[in-house]
């Protein structure tokens, strides 16, 4: 599995740096993430539960960070093991000054293995960038909230998207 | 793994408080048509299993100006409604007599495309999601609902229970691109809905199915619409800005190069026809 993408954030790179490499950030961003601990001085494992349509399930995820050249670049080796198989993989991002924003760009390559590996490569792909794409998503918008004025700063969350209205129907 | 529990709740809050109960284990499964295809390949390994036929989520409702469809409703009564026009059309050109038999309107906003026809056809009409769960409910516009390839705003102990839709005002169309004319994945699937005052757009929806991760709005072919008459150059520009709005991927059916070319050319065909219509109607 090859995916790839990008990302534009209105924040400096040193703290866009800081908030990948950041294990409290990243349980916040990363879509069904559960929990996520420090087992090591550049290594985490954490829990996802994913409701997907015609899938439900947790998967335990071990990171490293590795070949990490702040606030440049990182590596990321890590797997991810549930019921319906295993992934295992690298992602590499590279940040690059735009401006007063943070240009991030961002490639991975992982093996997946057990029953998952019967689903179409290009649908597999399309869910992990899809993922990935809503964990940067969330993570621009704590960014931008941090670098924001107090007064005009909506609530934080961590969720990629808001309910409008909330009470009884 | 197999099935080891298979729950069939007969009412809303039953199924609520076993949502409550299980959480992140417990895999909902309304008409089946995504769920069962993944459980019998033994890509999908649930352990337990919530069927939702019985729990009461299958009716379609007039209140004023909405309809209230439930959650489970099939495709097949979304085809024998007539309240709304477009969703009977949508529903005309999705799957077959027995998927639409099986499969829900809940369900189609979880299909992941080139699936989600019924989706696009809700998204054109401005319809919410009515999610509930033991803690209480809340209401979702579906563009938000919907928040990237196969991922909604769902959380563990959610259901979908309701699509609440207001009833279309003005000219709509449904138009599907396949391979086949029948029972065929969408290369596109384009839904319009326009308000027009004495021939000028006034407001305009236009939401493409199987060209992104979810179905999709096409802003600037809306914004080159609204506030102009359905004349040719117009039309050719909202054709072209719905191409550049769409966001389409590779896949067995089609490659992304041909899906954008296609939204071009049936955006153009999709809004020449409501132009011909409401013309004659003017006339």
């Known amino acids: ?169 | 793994m197999t099935v080891t529990s298979y729950f069939l709740p007969a009412s809303m809050p039953d199924a609520l408080a076993l949502l409550d109960a299980h959480g992140p284990d417990l895999l909902v499964m309304a008409g089946g048509t995504v769920a069962m295809p993944l459980i019998n390949e033994g890509i999908s390994l649930p352990r337990l299993v919530m069927g939702l036929r019985h729990a009461g989520l299958d009716g379609i409702e007039r209140v004023g100006d909405e309809l209230h469809i439930g959650a489970t409703a099939t495709l097949t009564s979304l085809l024998e409604q007539r309240e709304s026009i477009l969703l009977r059309s949508a529903a005309a050109r999705t799957g077959s007599w027995s998927i639409r038999n099986m499969g829900t309107v809940g369900g189609n906003l979880f299909t992941p495309p080139p699936g989600g026809d019924i989706a696009t056809a809700l998204l054109a009409l401005d319809a919410r999601v009515v999610v509930r769960s033991a803690r209480g409910s809340r209401t979702v516009p579906l563009g938000a609902f919907q928040t990237g390839f196969m991922t909604v705003d769902l959380r563990p102990d959610e259901l979908v229970t309701s699509i609440v839709v207001p009833l279309d005002t003005g000219p709509v169309t449904f138009l599907k691109v396949g391979r086949k004319h029948a029972n065929t994945p969408a290369v596109v699937s384009i839904a319009i809905h326009l308000a027009l005052d004495a021939g000028t757009v006034t407001a305009a929806r236009i939401a493409l199915g199987a060209v992104g991760p979810h179905p999709l709005r096409a802003p600037r072919a809306e914004a080159a619409i609204t506030g102009a008459r359905l004349e040719a150059p117009t039309i050719d520009a909202a054709a072209a800005a719905a191409a550049a709005d769409s966001n389409p991927f590779d896949d067995a059916v089609a490659s992304a190069w041909y899906r954008r070319r296609m939204v071009e050319v049936h955006v153009r065909r999709a809004l020449t026809e409501l132009a011909a219509r409401t013309t004659g109607r003017d006339e």
Do not use: K
Request: hydrophobic residues 45%; aromatic residues 4%.
């Open chain 1, 1 to 169: 599995m090859n995916v790839s993408g990008s990302h534009r954030f209105a924040a400096p790179r040193a703290s866009v740096f800081a908030a990948i490499c950041d294990p409290a950030t990243l349980m916040a961003v990363i879509p069904g993430c559960e929990a996520v601990q420090q087992t090591g001085p550049a290594a985490y494992e954490g829990r996802i539960a994913l409701r997907l349509p015609g899938a439900v399930g947790s998967y335990r995820t071990s990171v490293r960070l590795v070949d990490v050249a702040a606030p440049h670049r990182a590596g990321m080796e890590g797997d991810v093991v549930g019921a319906m198989g295993s992934i295992r993989g690298r992602a590499d991002f590279v940040l690059r000054d735009a401006g007063d924003a943070t240009e991030l760009t961002w490639r991975g390559d992982a093996v997946i293995q057990g029953p998952l590996a019967r689903l179409d490569s290009r649908f597999a792909e399309r869910l992990a960038e899809s993922l990935i794409d809503q964990g940067l998503r969330a993570l621009a918008a704590r960014l931008e909230l941090a670098t924001a004025p107090l007064a005009t700063a909506p609530l934080a969350t961590g969720r990629a998207t808001q309910a409008i209205t909330e009470g009884p129907e």
